[in-house]
């Protein structure tokens, strides 16, 4: 079992809609919580950074972590096109041994018009 | 303000052959990581350097090493190269401290080995 599982889609939604991405994991240990956004031969771009459980808004973008679940979603309103993109969840410990993140997979989202 | 900066974008080599890749850190940061991706997985950590010393390392062969230059840039060698060695490499840069989990990625270096 993978320590954080995402589903890779790829999911389509129309112009304007919320959506909704979500990573689920096993690892107790995570404490910080990021969604990247990675575009077609690019490196993955910062969203958004949160510690612990709560929810944080920047925008058009809502993550939220449960903890006691060990979910994260990252909720994307008014959905644009240039949303296009994959979106890939993170998680880091901060143990000690260096700033590892550990990623999932990625999901694939198409914004259409 | 200097982004994450690597070269080249794309390489092809052969198996066996040897492969050293660059990356210039994010001014201000002076810690660096490398990340393997796969095409259609997410990033694998395979190692980190701060202050020119390796500072915790993946699930990676000996055969993937590093440096870490007093200017902070960094480089990725890889020896004996397998066809599984294919794949998008990405160097991040970051600082100590708060936040220093906040990771920003250059655009990767694309290595197709044959």
């Known amino acids: 079992q993978k320590e954080v599982e995402q589903d890779p889609g790829p ?35 910062l969203l958004m950074y949160t510690y612990s459980s709560g929810n944080k808004e920047d925008g058009r973008f809502t993550a939220q972590v449960d903890k006691s679940s060990k979910y994260i979603s990252l909720f994307i309103r008014d959905s644009q096109p240039s949303d296009s993109a994959t979106y890939l969840c993170a998680m880091s410990a901060r143990t000690g041994g260096g700033n590892k993140l550990t990623f999932g997979t990625g999901t694939q989202l198409k914004v259409e018009l | ?48 350097y701060y202050r020119e010393e390796e500072n915790g390392r993946g699930n990676f062969p000996p055969r993937f090493s590093g440096l870490q230059f007093p200017n ?5 060698n890889v020896n004996a190269l397998e066809l599984d060695d294919s794949a998008l490499y990405l160097c991040a840069s970051s600082s100590p401290g708060p936040g220093e989990e906040k990771l920003f990625f250059g655009s990767g270096t694309q290595l197709s080995v044959l």
């Open chain 1, 11 to 45: 999911l389509s939604v129309p112009e304007g809609a919320i959506v909704s991405l979500n990573c689920t994991y096993s690892n107790s240990a995570f404490q910080y919580f990021m969604w990247y956004r990675q575009y077609s031969r690019k490196g993955p771009e």
């Open chain 2, 1 to 48: 303000e200097t982004g994450v900066t690597q070269s080249p974008t794309h390489l092809i080599k052969t198996r066996g052959q040897q492969v050293t890749l660059r990356c210039s850190s994010q001014s201000g940061h002076n810690t660096v990581s490398w990340y393997q991706q796969a095409l259609g997985q997410g990033p694998q950590f395979i190692f980190q």
């Open chain 2, 72 to 76: 902070y840039s960094s480089e990725l």
